[in-house]
């Protein structure tokens, strides 16, 4: 493209010295027109295919040159399009010090005005930019490395304004068209809202370049949605905060080397909450290196504004995954946030590892306090296929169930501190679906479990009540306090199933299964009870023998939700055999050791029968 160039300015300046010689004469005589055909054939040996449609007239003030009108062109690396005025001058003083036998071009000028053109695509698989309106002017150009000024205007997209207003030199070798340097320096550029400042060089042909750049505090809402008008696709999910991401600025430095090591490093406000990335590119062995940090940052603005949204987890994380997709080598990431606050939730001292290569990435650490606890997890994402999949390990310790649960359930009626072993899988491209695919089980502890919705007591003394057992007391306290729970769980088919979980109460003993439907939030549980004793506890009311070491099964269901119902009642079955059995005793006793008896009122002789199942029912089922 440089040769190009060159050629075109050379041809131009040649014909300028002539008519410099003989203007007058030249006016009539010499017609730039009978030029075309060599312009053209110039260009097409360097790539450049020209169509010269308008007409090309002189130009002598304030400078002398010649303006080409309609100008259309292609070059298959680089630009095509079309231009409606093209004006190529140079100053009369360089004109007659010029020496047409050096590489030494003149001090020119070059203007370009209604231009549309349509640039290549900067990597494979993206898609070409495509400048409308494009009106550019450059004073005093040289390719010699001498300092000239640029300004251009152009759209892009649906309207979206671009500015340039900056200073440049340009060193390039006219023989080869090789850019060796490039210096651009006050630099001053907007694209819509966003305003872009800052210098930097470029040498060998952009193989390297150092400078900084840095942006004013934009809208970047706005900017997205600007850009959307021409690309549907391009778009921010509806966020809890309407502020969120309306006051966005950067400011980077950065030392690139293509053969060799390139650095990066950016300051980024999001909303006044600044972090900082660090980058760094290994062309050689093609590795990248990713270090983010920050003190505190609020995540909860930038969440979906539903939070039943199916796609709140694809919002939050995949911008973490976006340099390890579109990074073909391999690539690591490092993550460290002293404090990441969600909706009803504060996670501290966030540190992640993650290495990629080819669509593949791996979670070598993470680890976080939360609920009072800490947690710890390896893993792997697979998104070469179109359906994502993962593998999880992962370890807690010391969760305060009470705080968990009231952050992510809308329920605060278990409360311990929870531990657990885990390894999980699962695929699919939304919550409902990764939560339908969820395969995997481990290990669970409960330190000081309670349950504040059922005094679990109390539920097996009124229970226990229907089979002759007393002292019941009157009142009780609020929920159960347990012993330490262990037990194991399994993931399969949307449910969390729980088995071999065992704790205690006073003197009754818990063995329990039951499973969580994960998506609706809802439980069922069957817990068998055992009282090892001739009572529920020190305080607790007294137990018949029938009822002693002998599983009593309570049947529980309920939600999480926040105005979940719950439900716990004894075996229907058991109940009605046990009750069956007592009758019969206390029947039997009656009916052969108590003879009938004569109502003094009335005269008239009792029924035992009916004094035993009046008893039983009045006593034992109020």
């Not at 009539?28 to 007409?55: R, T, W």
């Not at 395969?439 to 002759?468: K, Q, S, T, V, W």
């Not at 119902?565 to 229907?572: A, F, I, R």
Request: aromatic share 6%.
């Amino acid at each position: 493209m440089g040769k190009v160039i060159t050629w075109l300015l050379k041809t131009v300046v040649s014909l300028l010295v002539i008519i410099a010689i003989g203007v007058g004469y030249l006016l009539v005589a010499v017609d730039p027109n009978d030029f075309k055909p060599e312009i053209k054939s110039a260009a097409a040996s360097q790539g450049l295919e020209l169509s010269l449609d308008g007409n090309l007239s002189w130009q002598f003030l304030p400078q002398i040159g010649v303006v080409v009108e309609q100008v259309e062109f292609a070059h298959s690396t680089v630009a095509s399009g079309k231009i409606s005025e093209l004006s190529l001058s140079v100053s009369w003083a360089e004109l007659f010090n010029i020496d047409l036998s050096s590489n030494r071009l003149p001090v020119g000028s070059i203007e370009v005005g209604d231009a549309t053109i349509l640039l290549a695509e900067l990597a494979p698989n993206t898609f070409p930019i495509q400048l409308k309106r494009l009106n550019a002017k450059v004073n005093n150009f040289s390719l010699t490395g001498e300092g000239f000024s640029l300004e251009a205007s152009a759209q892009v997209f649906s309207g979206l304004a671009l500015d340039l207003d900056a200073t440049l030199a340009l060193q390039v070798d006219t023989n080869s068209g090789v850019i060796n340097e490039v210096i651009v320096s006050e630099l001053e550029a907007s694209i819509d809202s966003m305003e872009i400042t800052g210098q930097f060089n470029a040498r060998n042909n952009f193989a390297t370049a150092q400078g900084s750049l840095r942006s004013n505090r934009f809208d970047l809402q706005q900017l997205v949605r600007t850009v959307g008008m021409s690309f549907p696709l391009v778009k921010l999910p509806m966020m809890a905060s309407k502020d969120a991401l309306t006051a966005v600025s950067w400011n980077s430095s950065f030392n690139t080397d293509m053969n060799g090591l390139s650095t990066f490093n950016t300051q980024l406000e999001l909303d006044n909450q600044v972090i900082n990335i660090a980058s760094k590119v290994d062309h050689r062995i093609h590795n990248l290196y990713m270090r983010v940090s920050g003190d505190q940052f609020d995540m909860s603005h930038y969440l979906a504004a539903d939070s039943n949204s199916s796609e709140q987890n694809g919002a939050l994380f995949a911008p973490l995954a976006v340099p390890f997709a579109l990074w073909l080598g391999r690539s690591q990431m490092e993550l460290s946030l002293s404090k990441l606050k969600l909706s009803d939730f504060d996670a501290d001292n966030i540190y992640i590892n993650l290495f990629g290569n080819q669509k593949v990435l791996r979670l070598s650490s993470f680890n976080s306090d939360i609920f009072g606890g800490q947690v710890n997890a390896t893993g792997r994402l697979d998104m070469r296929s179109s359906t994502p999949s993962f593998n999880l390990q992962t370890s807690l310790s010391n969760i305060d169930l009470q705080l968990a649960l009231a952050a992510m359930a809308d329920s605060s009626d278990i409360s311990g501190l929870l531990s657990l072993e885990a390894t999980i899988q699962s695929a699919g491209n939304n919550r409902d679906a990764i939560i339908q695919e969820l395969r995997g089980g481990g290990e669970i502890i409960i330190l000081d479990p309670a349950y504040a919705a059922i005094n679990a007591e109390e539920m097996f003394c009124n229970a226990a009540a229907l089979l002759g057992s007393g002292d019941s007391r009157n009142s009780w306290s609020k929920g159960t306090q347990f012993e330490t729970l262990t037990g194991n769980y399994q993931l399969a088919d949307g449910k969390l199933q729980f088995s071999d979980m065992k704790t205690a109460t006073g003197n009754i003993a818990i063995a329990a299964r039951g499973s969580i439907k994960l998506a609706q939030q809802r439980y069922n549980l069957i817990a068998d009870t055992r009282v090892n004793g001739a009572s529920t506890s020190a305080s607790g009311c007294s137990v018949n023998k029938q009822l002693q070491n002998r599983s009593l099964p309570f049947v529980c269901s309920g939600s999480f939700e926040q105005d979940g119902t719950t439900s716990c009642k004894p075996d229907e079955n058991l109940i009605r055999d046990l009750l069956k059995d007592s009758v019969y005793e206390q029947l039997g006793e009656k009916l052969f050791n108590t003879p009938a008896t004569t109502d003094g009122d009335k005269g008239q002789q009792s029924d035992p029968l009916k004094s035993l199942l009046k008893g039983i029912f009045e006593n034992n089922l109020r």
